[in-house]
């Protein structure tokens, strides 16, 4: 979680709050009564980084609960139960983020949510080979109280021009790295589906160009050989639809 935002979040408890933690194994948030996460207590913290929010740990090993998030399964909580859950760097990573922030409304009152930004997800340089980061399922958007979900479509790692080069994610301030969204009572979420190659291909291109990270004389290069490769298969379909008309012609 960005620091200023834990800082941020811990104002906003009062110290009868009762806190809700989900998937938080890598990382919990040591201010939790409560964690919901697959992996088990005694494996929590694996990836080393220093606590966050609070020296002490206030959730146990009974309130370490093992959940499979997106079983479908509603979250061992009544109604409003939670007065405050916490969904840091999670959603991104899971098959059904939609039922995960539908069963946050459900029971909590309110809560913080963090995920990658969608131009650090859309980045190379991350990792070697790969666009963002390799297991992560989505590109998402947070505008207002309203988070939309759109897969990441494999077409994202075919073309330099459909992701953004590794200088843009080295110069990206840590702030725009991530997106966030704090909610009080309920939250909007839904989930943008594509179709279609070209559909897709027009959705990262416009927002990779939104930013401009290209010089406009490569990306005129590039459309020019991409039509000049594109030009022999044009021919062969052009010919194979006039033989068809002749021989339609026929009979």
């Known amino acids: 979680m960005l620091q200023e935002n834990v800082d941020l979040?811990?104002?906003?408890?009062?110290?009868?709050?009762?806190?809700?933690?989900?998937?938080?194994?890598?990382?919990p948030f040591n201010?939790?009564?409560y964690v919901l996460d697959q992996e088990a207590f005694e494996t929590r913290g694996s990836y080393g980084l220093p606590a966050q929010g609070g020296e002490r740990e206030t959730?146990?090993?009974e309130t370490w609960i093992r959940w499979d998030v997106c079983s479908r399964e509603p979250f061992p909580f009544g109604p409003k139960e939670i007065d405050f859950v916490i969904c840091s760097h999670t959603l991104e990573d899971i098959r059904d983020p939609?039922?995960?922030?539908?069963?946050?409304?459900?029971?909590?009152?309110?809560?913080y949510i963090e995920v990658p930004s969608r131009a650090a997800e859309s980045s190379r340089g991350v990792e070697p080979g790969q666009v963002g980061w390799s297991h992560h399922r989505w590109l998402?958007?947070?505008d207002g109280n309203h988070i939309r979900f759109m897969m990441k479509y494999h077409k994202i790692h075919s073309h330099w021009r459909l992701s953004f080069p590794r200088r843009f994610l080295r110069r990206l301030p840590?702030?725009?790295?991530?997106?966030?969204?704090?909610?009080?009572?309920?939250?909007?979420?839904s989930e943008v589906t594509l179709h279609g190659v070209d559909t897709l291909e027009r959705e990262l291109d416009r927002y990779v160009q939104s930013k401009r990270p290209y010089p406009g004389l490569l990306?005129?290069?590039?459309?020019?050989?991409?039509?000049?490769?594109?030009?022999?298969?044009?021919?062969v379909a052009m010919l194979k639809r006039e033989a068809l008309k002749r021989i339609g012609g026929k009979t």
């Open 9 to 27: 979040v811990l104002q906003r408890l009062h110290p009868d709050d009762v806190v809700l933690d989900i998937g938080a194994w890598g990382r």
């Open 31 to 33: 201010r939790a009564n």
């Open 59 to 61: 959730f146990t090993r």
């Open 98 to 111: 939609l039922w995960v922030c539908s069963e946050m409304v459900r029971i909590a009152k309110a809560g």
């Open 140 to 142: 998402i958007d947070i």
């Open 174 to 189: 840590a702030r725009e790295q991530v997106q966030w969204l704090f909610w009080e009572g309920s939250l909007a979420f």
């Open 219 to 235: 990306l005129q290069a590039d459309r020019a050989y991409r039509i000049a490769r594109s030009l022999p298969g044009r021919a």
